[in-house]
């Protein structure tokens, strides 16, 4: 079906000149033409999207899909149903399911389950090491000839450095991407939140921003002895962010991602022990959360990421020190981006929306995230002016842990469109 | 001023004023606990759980001995003769006691926050007994009231707090009182015993013994876990026992001393000391009674 979309916005980073206000004629799934006063053909479906953005289908670079193994968290389906309500048309699966995704047929199995049962696309992160176990490589040349382009344990640090250094070393002749989990686990074992005031009022163990930063340099001193791209996954504090500017300005391939939770929430919200508050990196301060914020104003921070991490009703409603870390992300990051970036720290549409497509798209090694006349018709239709409440009930994921519950946001996702597919449509 | 909360999950969260109606009404209750006959009408026909997910035995004792004298059913339950133990959920187990339509669950727990997790789930009312290195409130009011018994007013006191303040929600729950009452609070330990950023809460931190001890009008000394020793936290008892461990000598010679039990004597406390003229250690014990009879019928009270 042919699809016309008139009067939007268009937000289309890596493309200078096909920004502001211009029609997209979709066919065959494939944009045929962006222009002015585009004519809808016979049968050809029209979208308005007056007074709303345009974007290219937002790809999110860092998603628990929970299949296999826990699919009582999340599966593909309700994970890419979730996504597309979010704006999202490509999400990266991180390997830490079960079994982990750390050989060639996990890949395919998530691939083929993507397909039959997905409804946008999803692409995986492999592991650094067999089991995430911390002590053998994987098999790198299989998993990239089976179309992975990124490796982590996410989850947990490769704590032996010389392995990591090996790690980043061979992955760079694919070239792999390594993506660094950085937690020095002895720091931060047992800990519950961020190490603090707020934790030692709470009688909660803090989990100390040294137990990152540590992590941080000595994976950026390592991809520079290995000579490697890295990417560094949700960082948290004011000491990571620096170290990455730093290192970015001697010349290192170095990138790095937020959440919308890190550049939104202090470890405040921990008062009353609400476990949607229980995320791991924690929460931290509130330099910290302007310490995100600038980074990704100034570039230092290239990627916005959810850590989509879900969980059973159940394993959420118990004891903090108890239950699980992680909180459902996919359904409120933009909004969060543009209500807390745009609207209340004034960072550029362009920014925002370059750190949820061309950038991670970048990372994963698409091609994506960009509109183009005859590239893929995955684009993400939003208004700016709706106002509207987040609802856990109302989520389509399976996970409704969230500490944004209650809170008005401003602008949402009206329509996201996937291969010339409309999969998701506000009502 | 009046108690008007269907739960106590802190001393935190309380004002002077509520702080003070209880401390006046346990003066009441503890006129009855030194009577012959001790029994009171008070709580006849309403059922209080003890739900002691975690080893106690004075804390329980005192709860269940508070509500039988004031007439009310008690019951016991604890983690090892419950089915927490077979992994039914902190949820479970409370819905349940409340669908028996007990009044009051006293909770004693290894994870803070349970208590106000409870409290928000269920309609009976909630007495924290202790919630991991939260709070400790009933030992925080015995404690109050103890003081205030011996030194009349707790305003402009020089108390210090010796020990393990980062494991400690006695500490906690002390700090927050005492400064709530006007005292002056000082607290006494190693670097690796103290949570981060204590002194925000308004107390001076000293590392070593110095003249702060010698200032303090009471000495309040905390229980050292002695696994501690093995969490990296300590090189050994020996050497804390010579740096922190306290004998007349090393406190005013007018300063009272009061622990929160069971004391690892020779450790952070000389046996004479202890059980000495100086020590309100065992007045602790029964207004601990008297503070916890005043807790249950306040909380009542508000039905």
């Known amino acids: ?427 | 001023m009046s108690f008007t909360r269907k739960d106590l999950l802190g001393i935190e969260e309380l004002s002077a004023g509520e702080i003070q109606s209880l401390l006046v009404a346990a003066v009441s209750f503890k006129e009855i606990i030194e009577r012959n006959v001790k029994k009171v009408p008070t709580l006849r026909g309403k059922t209080i759980i003890n739900l002691f997910l975690e080893p106690s035995t004075r804390t329980r004792i005192s709860f269940e001995l508070a509500g039988k004298y004031l007439s009310a059913d008690v019951i016991n339950i604890s983690a090892g003769g419950s089915s927490v133990s077979k992994g039914e959920s902190l949820l479970d187990t409370a819905k349940t006691l409340e669908a028996m339509k007990a009044d009051y669950l006293v909770v004693r727990t290894p994870f803070a926050g349970a208590p106000l997790y409870l409290a928000k789930m269920v309609k009976s009312a909630v007495i924290n007994a202790g919630d991991g290195a939260h709070e400790h409130p009933t030992q925080a009011l015995l404690d109050l009231f103890t003081i205030q018994e011996k030194f009349q007013q707790i305003r402009s006191l020089k108390v210090a707090i010796i020990g393990d303040i980062s494991h400690s929600r006695v500490a906690r729950s002390n700090i927050w009182g005492l400064l709530k009452l006007g005292a002056e609070v000082t607290l006494i330990a190693p670097p690796t015993l103290l949570p981060i950023d204590i002194e925000k809460m308004g107390v001076k931190v000293r590392f070593k013994i110095d003249d702060e001890l010698k200032k303090a009008d009471l000495v309040y000394v905390l229980r050292l876990q002695r696994e501690r020793q093995r969490g990296g936290l300590l090189p050994g008892l020996r050497e804390y026992a010579r740096l922190y461990g306290i004998n007349s000598s090393r406190i005013s010679k007018k300063a009272m001393v009061m622990h929160p039990g069971p004391l690892n004597q020779g450790i952070e406390i000389d046996d004479e000391l202890a059980y000495g003229p100086r020590s309100l250690v065992t007045d602790q014990v029964t207004n601990g009674l008297a503070v916890r009879m005043a807790v249950l019928y306040l909380l009542v009270g508000k039905k």
């Open chain 1, 1 to 427: 079906m042919n699809l016309l979309i008139k009067n939007g916005d268009l937000v289309n980073p890596g493309k200078p000149k096909l920004n502001g206000k211009l029609d997209l004629l979709v066919k065959q799934g494939k944009i045929a033409k962006i222009g002015e006063n585009l004519k809808a053909g016979k049968g050809c479906q029209v979208i308005d999207a007056t007074r709303q953005y345009v974007f290219p289908g937002l790809v999110d670079l860092h998603v628990h899909l929970r299949e296999p193994g826990h699919e009582y968290k999340e599966d593909i389906a309700s994970g890419t149903k979730a996504a597309a309500r979010g704006g999202f048309t490509t999400i990266n699966c991180m390997p830490n399911t079960e079994p982990p995704i750390d050989n060639r047929s996990v890949v395919e199995f998530v691939r083929e389950v993507a397909k039959a049962s997905g409804v946008i696309r999803v692409v995986t992160t492999a592991c650094i090491t067999k089991g995430r176990a911390g002590k053998e490589l994987v098999e790198m040349a299989d998993l990239y000839e089976a179309g992975v382009r990124t490796l982590s344990d996410d989850g947990d640090m490769v704590e032996d450095a010389h392995l990591m250094r090996r790690a980043l070393e061979y992955a760079g002749m694919f070239p792999l991407t390594i993506i660094s989990h950085a937690e020095v686990a002895g720091l931060s074992r047992g800990g519950d939140m961020n190490e603090g005031f707020v934790s030692t009022k709470l009688g909660l163990k803090g989990i100390p921003a040294a137990a990152e930063e540590i992590a941080v340099a000595r994976d950026i001193r390592l991809a520079e002895l290995a000579k490697a791209r890295l990417h560094l996954a949700h960082l948290s504090t004011t000491g990571s962010i620096e170290l990455l500017r730093t290192a970015q300005k001697r010349g290192l391939p170095i990138t790095g991602e937020v959440t919308p939770h890190h550049f939104t929430l202090t470890d405040e919200e921990t008062v009353g022990y609400d476990t949607s508050t229980k995320v791991n990196p924690p929460l931290r301060e509130r330099q910290d959360v302007l310490a995100c914020v600038r980074g990704i104003e100034d570039g230092t921070i290239s990627c916005i990421a959810t850590d989509h991490a879900p969980h059973a009703g159940f394993e959420k409603e118990r004891e903090y020190s108890r239950a699980p870390f992680g909180i459902s992300g996919l359904e409120t990051a933009v909004s969060l981006a543009f209500t807390e970036l745009h609207l209340k720290h004034k960072i550029p549409l362009a920014t925002i929306i370059a750190a949820l497509t061309i950038n991670p798209a970048r990372i994963l090694a698409l091609d994506i995230g960009t509109l183009a006349e005859n590239g893929p018709a995955s684009l993400t239709i939003f208004d700016p002016n709706l106002k509207w409440r987040v609802e856990p009930s109302a989520f389509l994921s399976k996970g409704k842990s969230t500490p944004f519950a209650g809170r008005e946001l401003t602008g949402r996702v009206s329509s996201t469109i996937y291969n010339g597919r409309l999969v998701y449509q506000f009502d």
